[in-house]
């Protein structure tokens, strides 16, 4: 079957630039969306001469010139969008609904991969303020989508492993201590863990996949479904010590949401969600969804150990 050709938008963040290495790897026809609003950032210029020299294509274009997504949307048979959601980065999940007009105008897309790669935001209806508004801005991308008729694949990747195991699941942090670590709770609600290029790699693999069309894709790999506390125990593994344990309550971890600002309360609540409530790992994949690990056997994922041996 010959392979789709893609535009990867938001190419150069933190997701992104993963899922332009993946695709290449996976020998895509691979386009970046090359948007003048980089203006002097030299990194990401640089980034994304990088990413010609490795043979992708750039193309030129902006969510302030409509034409300009249409013009690079009919290059491609597949879309994704990787532009970010993060409040502590910057949250742009309704740009897309742009994108969503780009496409179905230019009509000739087989896929589009909307901007997710986090929670589910279907099973996020209960949320909590403020940081609800990212599931209802995710939600209304997802039925901007389905009323326009436009195929897609929903990816839900839980937890980014470099933000979370980093920093042993503690907020705010991104470096795991060797001496104490706070428990959110009493640590045992478990929660799911992807390294960020295997994130990429499950993804583009789904692409041209019948099996996920229309559906969402979960990403379980069966090791890294851990709690906070077996995290925690294999990271004292690894160096060989105990580390001083103490733990913060439902209502401390709350009280303290409140003074953060707007993007930090945004942060916590997520966190809130997936380490107290376990949000993750409460439910079970419908027929409305696939799991990744099971689709892809031959990708082997890192794990949690081999993830944390990078701060040893």
């Given at each position: 079957m010959e392979k789709s050709k893609v535009l990867i938008i938001g190419g150069t963040g933190y997701l992104g630039k993963r899922l332009?290495?993946?695709?290449?790897?996976l020998g895509h026809e691979t386009y970046v969306l090359q948007r003048p609003e980089i203006g002097v950032d030299i990194e990401k210029v640089q980034m994304l001469l990088s990413f010609k020299e490795q043979g992708a294509k750039l193309v030129s274009g902006s969510f302030n010139d409509y034409q300009s997504l249409v013009n690079a949307v009919k290059?491609?048979?597949v879309v994704i969008c990787a532009?970010?959601?993060?409040?502590?980065?910057s949250h742009q999940i309704l740009l897309q609904l742009k994108l969503v007009d780009a496409i179905?105008?230019?009509?000739?897309?087989?896929?589009?991969?909307?901007s997710e790669f986090g929670t589910d935001p279907a099973k996020m209806a209960n949320?909590?303020?403020p940081g609800r508004v990212t599931f209802d801005d995710?939600?209304?991308?997802?039925?901007?989508?389905?009323?326009?008729?436009?195929?897609?694949?929903?990816v839900s990747a839980n937890c980014f492993a470099g933000y979370f195991l980093g920093g042993l699941c503690q907020p705010c942090s991104i470096l795991p201590s060797k001496d104490s670590v706070v428990l959110l709770g009493d640590g045992n609600p478990k929660a799911i863990y992807v390294d960020e290029d295997d994130i990429a790699m499950y993804t583009m693999k789904a692409i041209?996949?019948?099996?996920?069309?229309?559906?969402?894709?979960?990403?379980r790999p069966p090791k890294n479904i851990l709690s906070q506390r077996e995290v925690v125990e294999t990271w004292e593994k690894l160096i060989g010590k105990t580390l001083q344990k103490s733990s913060?309550?439902?209502?401390?971890?709350?009280?303290?949401?409140?003074?953060?600002?707007?993007a930090g309360q945004v942060g916590l609540t997520h966190y809130y969600h997936v380490c107290y409530e376990g949000c993750l790992t409460n439910f079970e994949i419908g027929n409305e969804g696939v799991e990744a690990s099971q689709l892809y056997p031959e990708i082997k994922y890192t794990t949690v150990e081999e993830y944390l041996r990078h701060y040893l």
């Open positions: 332009v290495k993946a695709s290449l790897a290059l491609v048979d532009i970010s959601g993060v409040h502590i980065r179905k105008e230019a009509g000739n897309v087989k896929r589009f991969l909307p949320a909590m303020e995710k939600m209304v991308v997802r039925k901007a989508i389905e009323d326009a008729g436009i195929p897609f694949t929903y041209d996949d019948p099996r996920t069309l229309n559906k969402t894709m979960y990403l913060i309550s439902k209502e401390e971890f709350l009280a303290s949401v409140k003074e953060q600002n707007y």
